[in-house]
């Protein structure tokens, strides 16, 4: 295999595939990339077996088609490194050597026959979603997901497609985001399944510069997505999910309107007085107020008690929230995206090599690297909000808008 | 069938001496006893082949005249006891009037004595009960008494005795009981001829402690001297870091008697409780002076029994006692006082921030050698009474303290933390000292009834069929934990609410482990104890495992915590958290030294 290509390209192609290899495995020959020539093109697949990427690189000068399974990290450091316009890749075996200008690294590889093999996307099954939706559903869902393994089906991001209509549901049985959108056509036969929040990740990554729609496939136990550039298949999270749509209460007597990003702010001021792992604000609602209170007993101890103002027309009530879960869905609300605690070998190769490429070319130039994936179109974020409450024991219901619910179970205080 | 008789007095008395007279150490126990009773300065103890060939106890005490000495052996004659109304208010050691007959019956016994202030002195001896004239003697003031071949008429008493050194370290452990208990009075030990302790009167038993359990338990004594309703709590314990493997370092009095009680030994447990390692006993010389007629020591007649009136108010106010002087003179700075809340109010940001300076330069100006970690700076006694521990004592284990400049920290092998600390350094059993924290901040909620529950979406099932029972006697606890659990069908809960400190752990796999240690954990077990377990037991699965790898800030937010709560020296299962290797060590082992 010989070919030449254009550096910035190939950088960015790499490092979209590293961030599906494992960061640590029993199957070595996973860590490496495998990149295949031929047709004019470049094309590059890593996978740990539970999911997998394949991403192509176009306009690619190839002398001699082929492949050749390349060690990821490595492979990722030397294409961000160096500051050629262009590489040349000659592969013999599982020997690769990689030409610049006056000089060149000579790596060792695996067979790329004992490279996992990576399943083909059926266009005729493909169902079809707008990237920008896709990214707004996944953007307001997946952070609510839990991080407990045992709960398993609750780890993924329940995802349903119907005809003309696309949910993701995301939730750690305490907290519930939801968010639907309308699409154009979808499958007659409603899909709903649970995918892990990585692979919803991953999705947005192979998402190219000018797509508009990811066709996915959805078989028994996997799931596929293609763009114009890039294929991901991964493996379903299996389980039952809860219901959903029955644990949305109903009837809620009480309801307040509210600026999302006044709330964050005041969220944020009292939280700094909760205590370390009891993390309990205190909501309390009278006409066209909500004051609140949290307090501290151990470690350095203090209170806070902050001021809302609300639309609100019912009765004085009283209830207490985890404040956190209030404040990664106001976040989303404000356009950002929640820290999730991201599962474990989640782009480690990736991370480790940017981190060592900034520190080569200086932070200006890594910046320039990045890849060119358009960045998510900006979030107008509402300002108003709505907070339906019932009673003490029944989650609070927010909605932001007609297609994105989000409700927080409240918690309750012996004294 | 032989016609009943009535036992001749002898044979009563003989059985009687039994009683009494368990093995020669018995005996000495018993003259000693009766040498303090008579106000004695200085006691000596002889002994020849362990006590079987004779013990002679000798003091300076008030003596005997020749009427006295007349009654001296005969049974229940005794100077302590003058009707049944005083039995309520025993102060003596003695008063069965016992000691001296069942000695006289079981050994051949000579007295000889000569009251305080007088000239002559006089001997008494006497026989397997057969009592001898009184006759004029020489003697020094004070009373000597002598048991030669004791048991020498009951065989099979004396066939049972130990080998003759077993024998007479049961009577040094008699005389260190005495010693301890009354340091103003000089004992003078010796064993077929040979000089074994000689104890001059001190003031503080922490000499005497010292002197006979070595300088590191003596350094690890922290002083308690409590009093409330009624009950008096003085003597000694030691800091947890001090521990030997069985109880015998737990020396317990009551009015100045040693007894074995299970109160005292309960409540002494549950104040070390998770402060040391399982299978680990901690050192105490306690002594308990409590109303005479709130005891009854006329329970065994040895008298090493006792009955409280009111014992759970001295096991809880002993455990407390204890528990609050460990925790004291223990950690200053890392405790949070009660009133922490006032403190905090009181003082303005910018005095806390000069007092956190201060205490910086001390920590870099103080000479290497002086104690740093249990002197608090000034202005903080909230914390402790500064001065409580006995001068020249200091921790031998100064307790981690990061460094001041932040000590740099590193998980390895996804499992211990190795710190950097002024002085050395630590590694830390990541998962035990998670466990611990978790343990006492689950511990403080709930006792104080300040438990979050986070609701569920969805109710977590828990399916133990067959167990109903288990799941019966487990609930009123899980609902103290803050679980809030319903019966969902035979064999089945479900959980509505879980307590916010699980965290993002599953509630259903917590409860389940609950129910599987609530069957093997003993039935009979008090409620506090089993609700201790539990929130062991929760602390242990919410605790973050060897395995798992943490970021450096959570590594850093770990170690944070650990200040938060009073000791970290073992998890709550008993295993250790921390090893502290100090400089000196590694300089030693790279021979820098």
Redesign the interface.
């Known amino acids: 295999m010989r070919f030449r290509c254009k550096r910035a390209d190939l950088s960015q192609a790499v490092g979209v595939v590293a961030s599906a290899v494992p960061a640590r495995t029993s199957v070595p020959i996973l860590q490496n990339i495998k990149v295949t020539a031929a047709d004019g093109e470049l094309t590059l697949t890593a996978t740990d077996l539970e999911m997998g990427l394949r991403y192509s690189v176009r306009d690619v000068g190839i002398q001699k088609s082929g492949a050749a399974v390349l060690p990821a990290q490595k492979l990722n450091q030397i294409v961000r490194d160096i500051r050629d316009d262009e590489v040349k890749f000659d592969v013999d075996g599982k020997l690769c050597s990689i030409e610049i200008e006056g000089g060149q690294f000579k790596l060792t590889g695996a067979d790329p026959q004992d490279f996992p093999q990576f399943p083909e996307f059926d266009e005729k099954k493909a169902v079809r979603i707008n990237v920008d939706d896709f990214r707004d559903m996944v953007r307001k869902t997946a952070f609510a997901v ?3 393994p ?2 398993y089906a609750l780890t993924g991001v329940l995802f349903v497609i119907r005809e003309n209509e696309a949910r993701m549901v995301g ?6 985001a939801y968010a639907k959108k309308k699409i154009k056509g979808g499958p007659r036969d409603e899909v709903k399944v649970i995918v892990p929040p990585k692979a919803l990740h991953l999705v947005e990554k192979i998402i190219a510069e000018g797509d508009e729609e990811i066709a996915f496939e959805f078989e028994e136990t996997q799931m596929k997505a293609k763009t114009s550039a890039g294929t991901l298949f991964a493996r379903l999270v299996e389980g039952s999910f ?2 959903y749509e029955d ?1 949305i209460p109903g009837d809620p007597d009480k309801k307040v309107q509210v600026n999302p990003g006044e709330l964050e702010y005041r969220l944020r001021l009292a939280t700094s007085m909760t205590d ?5 604000v205190k909501f309390q609602l009278s006409k066209d107020k909500l004051k609140l209170f949290a307090r501290r ?6 209170e806070a008690s902050h001021e809302v103002a609300v639309k609100y027309a019912g009765p004085d009530f009283e209830i ?1 929230f ?1 404040p956190d879960f209030f404040i990664d869905f106001l976040k989303v609300v404000a356009g950002g995206r929640p820290d999730v605690a991201d599962s ?1 070998a989640d782009t480690k190769v990736e991370a480790r090599a940017e981190a060592k490429a900034d520190k080569a070319k200086g932070k200006k130039a890594a910046k320039e690297e990045k890849p060119k994936a358009p960045p998510p179109e900006p979030v107008e974020a509402p300002s108003t909000i709505t907070l339906d409450l019932r009673d003490k ?1 029944t ?1 609070g219901v927010i909605r932001a808008g007609r297609d994105y619910i989000y ?1 927080v ?7 | 069938m032989p016609p009943i008789r009535v036992l001749d007095n002898s044979v009563v008395n003989l059985i009687a001496a039994g009683e009494v007279l368990e093995r020669p150490a018995s005996a000495v126990k018993e003259l000693i006893e009766n040498a303090l009773d008579a106000g004695a300065t200085r006691v000596e103890v002889e002994f020849e082949d362990g006590g079987r060939r004779l013990i002679r106890v000798t003091d300076d005490g008030a003596g005997m005249g020749p009427e006295d000495l007349a009654l001296a052996f005969l049974p229940h004659a005794t100077s302590k006891l003058a009707a049944v109304a005083d039995l309520a208010e025993i102060r003596s050691f003695g008063f069965r009037g016992e000691a001296l007959a069942s000695i006289a019956e079981v050994a051949r016994a000579r007295i000889v004595s000569r009251p305080r202030g007088t000239e002559s002195a006089h001997e008494l001896e006497a026989e397997a009960g057969k009592i001898g004239a009184v006759k004029p003697s020489a003697s020094p003031e004070g009373t000597t008494i002598e048991a030669w071949d004791l048991f020498g008429n009951i065989p099979a008493r004396r066939k049972f005795l130990k080998t003759s050194p077993v024998e007479a370290a049961h009577i040094g452990d008699v005389v260190t009981r005495f010693a301890l208990s009354r340091p103003d009075v000089r004992f003078e030990l010796r064993g077929d001829s040979i000089p074994i302790a000689t104890m001059s009167p001190v003031e503080d038993i922490a000499d005497r402690i010292g002197h006979y359990f070595g300088k590191e338990l003596r350094q690890a004594l922290v002083k308690v001297d409590a009093q409330a309703r009624g009950i008096r709590l003085r003597g000694y314990v030691a800091r947890p870091t001090f521990t030997v493997n069985n109880t015998r370092l737990q020396f317990t009095w009551v009015n100045g008697r040693w007894v074995r009680d299970k109160v005292l030994f309960r409540s002494i447990i549950e104040a070390y409780s998770d402060l040391v390692m399982v299978r680990r006993a901690p050192a105490v010389f306690l002594f308990v002076d409590i109303e005479p007629r709130d005891i009854d020591v006329n329970v065994h007649p040895a008298k090493v029994e006792i009955r409280f009136a009111n014992s759970s108010r001295v096991h809880d106010f002993v455990r407390d006692e204890i528990r609050g002087r460990l925790m004291a003179g223990g950690v200053p700075q890392q405790f949070v006082p009660k009133d922490a809340w006032s403190s905090f109010v009181q003082r303005t940001p910018d005095e806390r921030r000069n007092e956190r300076q201060q205490e910086l330069m001390e920590f870099f100006t103080r000479p290497a050698d002086t104690p740093v970690f249990f002197t608090p700076p000034p202005g903080k006694s909230a914390f402790a009474e500064p001065r409580d521990i006995p001068p020249g004592v200091q921790d031998p284990t100064p307790p981690m303290r990061p460094m001041a400049s932040g000590g740099r920290a590193y998980q390895l092998h996804d499992a211990y933390l190795i710190e950097e600390v002024p002085g050395g350094l630590n590694v830390i059993d990541q998962h035990a000292l998670h466990e611990r924290i978790l343990y006492y901040r689950i511990r403080s909620r709930v006792l104080a009834h300040d438990v979050a529950r986070q609701r569920l979406l969805v109710p977590s099932i828990v399916r133990d069929s067959g167990r109903e029972k288990v799941i019966a006697a487990a609930r009123p606890l899980l609902d103290r934990l803050g679980f809030e659990i319903e019966e969902f069908g035979p064999g089945a809960l479900a959980i509505h609410a879980a307590p916010d400190w699980i965290g993002t752990k599953d509630p259903a796999g917590i409860v389940r482990d609950i129910l599987m240690d609530f069957d093997t954990a003993n039935p009979g077990r008090a409620a506090d104890d089993a609700l201790d377990h539990f929130i062991a037991t929760c602390a242990c699965k919410a605790a973050i495992k060897a395995g798992e790898r943490l970021a450096p800030e959570e590594v850093r937010a770990l170690l944070e915590d650990r200040v938060r709560i009073d000791h970290s020296q073992t998890c709550p299962h008993g295993r250790p958290v921390t090893l502290r290797i100090t400089l000196d060590e590694l300089e030693k082992h790279f021979g820098r030294k």
């Open positions: 839990s991080s407990e045992s709960r939730t750690d049985g305490k907290r519930l809860p219901n644990v370390d792992k009891s993390r309990a007993i151990t470690g350095e101890a203090g207490s985890n474990e024991l989650a409700l179970m409240p918690l309750t205080i012996d004294v």
